[in-house]
């Protein structure tokens, strides 16, 4: 217990280190150096993926049982450093573009990374929340961080309201299962209730509360309406940052608790999840159909499929759960393509959102229209594009496990959920032509978009590579 | 090699179909016609290969491109088979092609869109390859295919003509049919052989010789169903009767396509596929006997009509078929050979006729009917001369093409000695005097005779430019010299131990007894060679050492060898019938023009039997076509507008909208309202927690400390 390795640690101190250096050289340079910082920073987030990956992921608990270093971390943290640096490219230009281009902006996100790669680490009830606590008030900075737009603000202090209910729920249902299992360190909770005939009700609240302040940060239904106000008011690049990176680090942490810690309380919680499964698929799917902003569409999008990703978890099996890995690898990727363009998106030098504007792209620019058309084919799960076998292995997952009607209805959802993806094809293909778009694409929204693109197509020919990260990473969760 | 001589066309269609725009029609033109004069070669060059390997084996290997489906026991994967049979098919396929690509750049002149044109054309050409080439039916299937769909896009060509769109589609939906038959053949395939490689399946066909498939309680015998299956798909593809009716309409599209597509090579496909697999049919007498029925009826019934019709490019096309005909009825009675070579000659004399045919066109300003020309021989004499080639070798006089490749399909077919044999020989013996009359009443119509077209018209007329008559004469030299030189590969048995042979062939009868096991050219081959090991330069030119293993015949079938030792008289026939026609011909139209009309009213019911070809456009419309219409439109109008439509898009759809509004309602925007829907569900999930509770815990310790701590919640439960 008294194991104080610091090792495991080191890409996170790393990090923050380099985040403090980083603020240092901001306060010092002003925004001038904001182009350069976010260039920094995605080098030092690629040091610190290969610091990660250069660790043996096979360790105990450390620094008194709070932390872990074990293979579903180490791979978790990959996925959110990838996703960091995916979010941090597609930011600098348009940063730029809407003068907003502060030096603050690459240095919350270091700080936001930090905190979601020790969520995905965290061992201990107090950890885990100091960790959610550090990346969410790094997030209700960066929604508002067009300071000078109402809507910007509003949708800050919106998910910062929100955001502390949810907090308060969680906290309450730590200190409920405190209460009942006489720890906050995991393995020791898990231990209390392990070999129980009954869970004692207090602590099923307990969890019950505290996988509803999670699902907050997943934005499951009917947790999720604040992610449709954000998502539209925050600037376009934090909105995808918040679409590809928190999802992944909240999942991560709903994982472990659900498959490792409250393993022995599976029927219970599965009920919770399940419960928010089906919501998010048909909110997800319907509620989409009904908007015209490219961001709110997305929103309901990131719901939708959370709804898939939530049937992997519920199913509780070690494909269940690679399931949710492989399919969040690939929502990344899917996520910072579908940004790229959003974010390309400029019409006299102001950013359109809007579905009919797109319109005709086909003809203007016919390249961006492909990519886009590929991307959505994808998220509406066509084979043999990567998004297909996403839901695939989900739905097979659920067969395995008999969850027959979950799988339904996830086939269902998706069947709804391809009319507003096809309809974004359609306007791009087959309507009248809108104006063209300002002609900008820099560097990195080039090779972001690139590199999606050529994941969703590509994927077909390697698929195992990707199965097998995904199932090792699982391993460590189902001891 | 073979890679360059199959995906240069393919090559050539993606440049000229992607950047077509880019590149203009010159540079469509010149990639094509490159692309394919290059696979050409390359063919040309595969095919010396084989000649010079003949006594090795030949050519003989599988170039495997890229693994296509790997699913379980179920391997496919793309390849470039090459044997003689593929080597063949990719000479004539290749030249024909070339010839017309180079042809199409005079003839397509005044088109506006002839990039497109060359890539169909190209489009074609590979899909052609890959049918001929292909090593699994999965691959010639696709073949298949693609064949149909390029013909569709050409027939359809000119898509402002109505006749053309409808050609197009009757092309498509007839071809369906047939395409449905060897789908199942494929299906059967695997069925009864696990595989649809050719090399598991030719392995060794006679041991499922007593396999049976059993369909709705009775049991066929497998290889017969598949047999017929497969050939059901030919009859499609190649115009037999009953799916012949798509033919002559396709002649609707540009000629060049008619003469490629539509003479020398896909129509031949049906040929070609019963031809490889002759290792299966040569197990299945049954169906052996149907293609050879089919063969004559269609030779027949197509000359008939022919004889009738009055736009040239019909005319052909009922020429067409019926040679194909001829074609079928070889390979019915096991001359796989023989309907190989008359496909080869045939490839060419049609097509030179099918061109010649473009050119008088051209020429007329675009007339097609017979009877509006007339005379113009003088005019366009390269065309004339040309045009009599080609007549020549169709109707088969000695030393053009289609003497020797006629002749001994007729003769094959005698020494069959079955009735259905005989029935083919009569029926072809008939056939040949009807080819030869429509074809001089096609030349002297044509050419000769007073002017029946306007003056206008005839001033126009004009000589074709050279990018038109020089493919021809590439064919013409084809069509004058293919039969002679390739009589001795593809059909001929080295004369000078014609009875050696014949004595080989009984030893290796003796060696196997009845039990159908070597097939013979294996088995000839080597007693052949052990026999005249000798001689084997001079003997190498035999069709046994041309075909290797390629074309299997079992040795109680080969008609080709008897057909080398029939009665005189059986061999002289078809050249009488062609001089007989000819004369009738120049009676009737030269001599004495006014018996045709004569013969017309005293014969009316036969010619109108046959002017409107023996009704079977008629009686298709009256059973299928009217009745489909009908039950399309009972579906259409209760089954989907009032059924699906109505639960469906309109019912569904627009339940989704409304389901998308009111949740849209939800979003007010007011955090109050959002917090209010976290706290609700929180504390739904709760209750349904404690409702659902065993209710033995309520009475427990651990439920006094929860109500210590959650307050009056379970107390609910407690009142429950």
Known sequence: ?479 | MELLAVFAPLIAFLVAGIWGKAIGDKGCQLVTCTAVVVAALCSITLFFDMIGNLEEGGLVYTTEVMRWVSSGDFNVSWSIKIDTLSIVMMCVVNIVSACVHIYSIGYMSHDPSKGRFMAYLSLFTFAMLMLVTSDNMLQLFFGWEGVGVASYLLIGFWNHKHSANSAAQKAFVVNRVGDFGLALGIMATFYVFGSIEFSTIFDNPALYVDKTISIIGYDFHALTVICLLLFMGAVGKSAQLGLHTWLPDAMEGPTPVSALIHAATMVTAGVFLVARFSPLFEYAPTALMVVTIFGALTAFVAATIGMTQFDIKRVIAYSTMSQLGYMFFALGVSAYGAAMFHLMTHAFFKALLFLGAGSVIHAMSDEQDMRNMGGIWKKIPVTYALMWIGSLALAGFPFFAGYYSKDIVLEAAWADQTWFGNMAYWLGIAAAFMTAFYTWRLLFMTFHGEPRASQKVMSHVHESPATMTGPMIVLAVGAIFSGYVFYGGFVGSDGHHGQDHAKAIISSLDDHGGKHGEPTHKSEKSVAKKAHGEERGASLWTREYFWQDALIVLPENDTVEAAHNVPFWVKKMPFLMAVLGVLMAYLLYIRVPDIPAKVVTSFKPIHNLFFRKWYFDEIYDTIFVKNAFRLGRIFWISGDQNTIDRIGPNGIAGLSGRIAGGLSKFQSGYVYQYAFVMMITLIAIVSWFVFKADPSFYNSTTFETLSGITGNIPVKGMEE
Request: glycine letters at 8%; hydrophobic letters at 55%; proline letters at 4%.
């Open chain 1, 1 to 479: 217990m008294n194991d104080f390795d610091i090792v495991p640690l080191v890409p996170e101190i790393f990090m923050a280190m380099m985040g403090m250096g980083f603020l240092l050289v901001g306060v010092l340079q002003g925004n001038r150096a904001t182009s350069v910082l976010i260039w920094a920073s995605c080098v030092m987030l690629f040091i610190t993926a290969v610091l990660t990956m250069n660790f043996d992921w096979d360790r105990p608990p450390t620094m008194n049982a709070m932390f872990i270093l074990d293979e579903f971390a180490g791979s978790m943290k990959l996925i959110i450093l990838l996703g960091l640096i995916a979010s941090l490219a597609l930011s600098n230009e348009y940063l730029q573009q809407e003068r907003i281009a502060r030096f603050e902006y690459p240095v919350i996100m270091i700080f936001a990374g930090i905190g979601m790669m020790l969520m995905v680490s965290a061992t201990n009830m107090l950890s885990l929340y100091m960790a959610l606590e550090l990346q969410s008030l790094s997030l209700y900075v960066l929604a508002a961080f067009y300071r000078n737009s109402l809507k910007s603000a509003e949708a800050a202090s919106k998910y910062f309201i929100l955001g502390a209910l949810s907090s308060g729920m969680l906290l309450f249902g730590i200190s409920l299962i405190y209460g009942y299992s006489g720890s906050i360190d995991f393995a020791t909770i898990k231990t209390s209730i392990s070999g129980l005939e009954q869970i004692p009700p207090g602590f099923i609240v307990g969890m019950v509360f505290l996988l509803a302040g999670l699902a907050f940060k997943i934005s499951a239904v009917p947790f999720h309406m604040w992610t449709p106000d954000v998502y539209q008011g925050a600037p376009s690049s934090v909105t995808a940052f918040f679409a590809i990176v928190p999802k992944v680090a909240a999942m991560g942490l709903l994982m472990r608790l659900c498959l490792d810690v409250f393993e022995p309380a599976t029927e219970q919680w599965q009920q919770i999840l399940y419960f928010l499964a089906v919501a998010s698929l048909i909110v997800g799917s319907f509620a989409a159909i009904a908007q015209d902003n490219l961001k709110r569409l997305m929103a309901y999008s990131s719901i939708g499929n959370m709804g898939y990703i939530l049937i992997g978890l519920v199913v509780a099996s070690p494909e269940g759960a690679g399931a949710v890995l492989y399919f969040l690898l690939i929502y990344v990727f899917m996520t910072a393509g579908v940004f790229a363009i959003i974010l390309t998106m400029r019409r006299d030098g102001l950013a359109t959102v809007s579905i009919g504007d797109l319109a005709g792209l086909s003809q203007n620019n016919p390249i961006l229209a492909y990519a886009m058309a590929i991307l959505m084919f994808s998220l509406s799960g066509i084979p043999p594009l990567a998004g297909f076998f996403g839901k695939l292995f989900i739905f097979r997952a659920a067969i395995e496990q008999e969850f027959y009607i979950l799988a339904v209805i996830g086939l269902l959802a998706s069947v709804v959920a391809a009319y507003y993806y096809l309809r974004i094809v359609k306007v791009m293909f087959f309507d009248e032509p809108a104006d063209k778009f300002d002609n900008i694409m820099g560097f990195e929204r080039r090779a972001v978009l690139l590199i999606s693109t050529a994941f969703v197509i590509g994927y077909i020919f390697a698929p195992s590579l990707v199965f097998d990260f995904a199932m090792s990473a699982v391993s460590s969760l189902f001891l």
